[in-house]
């Protein structure tokens, strides 16, 4: 079975509001990295979030990572239509292994 | 640098057929690995590699082989093709001491290839 699972499968928002993407997974980590895809084409590296970090920012996005409750969040702040796209998140420990993801329509 | 190719970008099979999905990369990464993306299922961890001479299976290895002769190649083998193998395929590569999971970093990954199986 896959370790992370994603929460919601499918969002829609219109721009300018904020999406909030979930991420629950099993073991322990070393980190956790949030990617997106576009239409099928390969993943686009976004953030890392290291066990021993809470909350991370790059640009638009916002990251935290609770180890206790073995989740993560994912905060895309004023959105776009050009964010419309899948969000996966993988844990690494030992290997890397994604979640199912989150598929975000952003409505102009 | 061109980073994480694949070939071939698309390619049909009959079911018993083998066939190789070739993977290279040219930026010196001890860790790559195969997923498989199928709709609904995001992607799953066919094969890894944590350097050269050293693989370990993920979590859907059935009816896949893999090797890691040099660094930069990581080929993967379907040894009898099946319907249920119709995916997408993704290799991926990343920075990473073997014996340090904690520092794999961002993956880099390739543009993929759609295999049907009939």
């Known amino acids: 079975s896959q370790q992370g699972e994603e929460d919601p499968q499918a969002l829609s928002i219109q721009e300018g509001e904020n999406a909030t993407m979930n991420c629950s997974y099993k073991?322990?980590?070393?980190?956790l990295q949030w990617y997106r895809q576009n239409s099928g084409r390969g993943l686009v590296h976004l953030i890392l979030?290291?066990?021993?970090?809470r909350e991370k920012h790059s640009g638009r996005l916002r990251v935290t990572l609770d180890t206790s409750k073995k989740s993560s969040s994912l905060l895309i702040t004023a959105s776009r239509a050009a964010d419309t796209a899948s969000y996966f998140c993988?844990?690494?420990?030992?290997?890397?292994?994604f979640g199912t993801g989150t598929k975000l329509q952003v409505i102009p | 640098n061109a980073g994480v190719t694949q070939t071939p970008k698309f390619q049909v099979l009959k079911t018993g057929q083998s066939m190789t999905l070739q993977c290279a990369q040219d930026?010196?990464?001890?860790?790559m690995s195969w997923y498989r993306q199928d709709p609904g299922m995001g992607l799953r961890l066919i094969h890894y590699?944590?350097?050269?001479?050293?693989?370990d299976q993920g979590e859907v290895p059935n009816g896949y082989n893999v090797s890691r002769s040099t660094t930069e190649d990581f080929p993967l083998r379907l040894l009898s093709a099946a319907p249920s193998q119709t995916s997408v395929y993704f290799c991926?590569?990343?920075?990473?001491?073997?014996?340090?999971?904690?520092?794999?970093?961002?993956?880099?990954f390739g543009p993929g290839t759609r295999l049907t199986v009939l």
């Open positions: 991926a590569s990343s920075r990473g001491r073997p014996k340090n999971p904690s520092s794999y970093n961002e993956q880099f």
């Open positions: 073991t322990s980590i070393n980190n």
């Open positions: 979030i290291r066990s021993n970090e």
């Open positions: 993988a844990t690494v420990y030992q290997k890397v292994t």
């Open positions: 930026m010196n990464h001890e860790y």
């Open positions: 590699s944590v350097g050269a001479g050293i693989t």
